[in-house]
């Protein structure tokens, strides 16, 4: 038999008997878009912290100063660790090799107020490097200039939730905003940014999008600390040259604080490169481990195809014998049953590939986990679907083919 010949005779075979075929493809189908749908949650899982840390900035180091209670607080101020300070900020910048930059921030949370709309915020006063090492991407307007810094002005930039929550819809830019008692005028309005809602230290919960950035020296001058014993400074973030060397700096940077503290353990160190290694290599573990439980669906429906087709066989024995007594050869048979598996598979691929693809849709649109399909996982799984027919088909094409054809024809 020629291969259209084949392919034509198959799929008059399995159209004759719908209900038997549809339900053999249902294994495909849905190992096929289980595949898909797990890996696209997979991959969406991956680019969300992919987002995150860069927000945090791959190349960077973060410091924060460890929230203690008063006692322990009063213990390190009398073993003469003053917290984290610019005096660290300063030594960072001149002692330690690799650095390119560092932005210090202090941070106050507070409320600001627009008229009779109210947002929890973090204020945070910043020096104007921190747009470049913070990664930090603006939607509308400007932010802080070294003007802003070295005039100590009473300016602001907000973050995007914070924005929607003043002004809704209406232009932030040039209104003013009160904190505490400070009068501010809204510079700029930040793009959104990702949400920590996995521990990284001490930014565990953090949403960046509640942040109002001012000048540092404003803050200083405007927003006096209220304890004594409070830290100068809440965070210093280092950028560093080669990401490659920022295990070595940030054991540098370590060991330059811990003099400046007198070894007193009342700083957190956070290196965003480390955990994204981290995350990645957990997330190639669940990634497979999703992957290996979908893939289960395809081998049911290999053994599913591998059942029908060997009933099949029982049921066509006389045709069998019919078409070798005929003249059709032994690899014509085998083809013949072989075909049939495979357009089985290609045809419950193809269903599969159109169900996953929709299911990711739906859980994208409905559910806050964030899916991604990506042309390798449609092409994986829709391959493997092929593969498992011609694999699980070929063991009852062969027991077709080997039928005896004279007693075939007297098979009852």
Sequence with gaps: MQLEENIRVSITGLLDHKIRTFLTMLGIIFGVAAVIAMLSIGEGAKRQALAKFKDLGVNNIIIRDRDLNEEQLQEVRARFSAGLSMTDANAIIKVVPMVTSVSPQAELESEARYYDKSSKVTVIGVTPQASEILNIKISKGDFISPDHYE????????????????????????????????????????????????????????????????????????????????????????????????????????????????????????????????????????????????????????????????????????????????????????????????????????????????????????TDVQTNVTFFSVFIAFTVSVLVGIIFGYLPARNAANLNPIESIRYE
């Design 151 to 366: 005039r100590c002005l009473k300016v602001c930039v907000l973050g995007a939730s914070a924005a929607k929550t003043l002004f809704s819809i209406e232009n932030p830019i040039g209104k003013q905003v009160k904190i505490d008692d400070q009068w501010l005028e809204v510079i700029g309005v930040m793009g959104q940014k990702s949400l920590f809602t996995e521990t990284v230290g001490e930014l565990a919960a953090r949403d960046l999008n509640n942040d109002i950035y001012i000048p540092l020296s404003t803050f200083q001058r405007r927003f006096p600390k209220k304890d004594i014993l409070q830290s100068e400074l809440k965070q210093i973030t280092v950028k560093v040259k080669d990401s490659g060397k920022i295990v070595e700096v940030a054991e540098i940077i370590r060991r330059v604080i811990d003099r400046h503290h007198f070894n007193n353990d009342d700083y957190s160190l956070i290196i965003p490169y480390e955990l994204l290694k981290q995350e990645e290599k957990e997330r190639k573990a669940y990634n497979f481990l999703l992957g290996s439980i979908a893939a289960i669906s395809l081998l049911v429906g290999g053994i599913g195809i591998m059942n029908i087709m060997l009933a099949s066989i029982l049921e066509r024995t006389r045709e069998i014998g019919v078409r070798r007594a005929i003249g059709a050869k032994k690899k014509d048979i085998q083809s013949q049953f072989l075909t049939e598996a495979v357009v089985i598979s290609f045809s419950g691929g193809l269903i599969g590939v159109i169900l996953g693809l929709s299911v990711s849709l739906i859980i994208n649109l409905f």
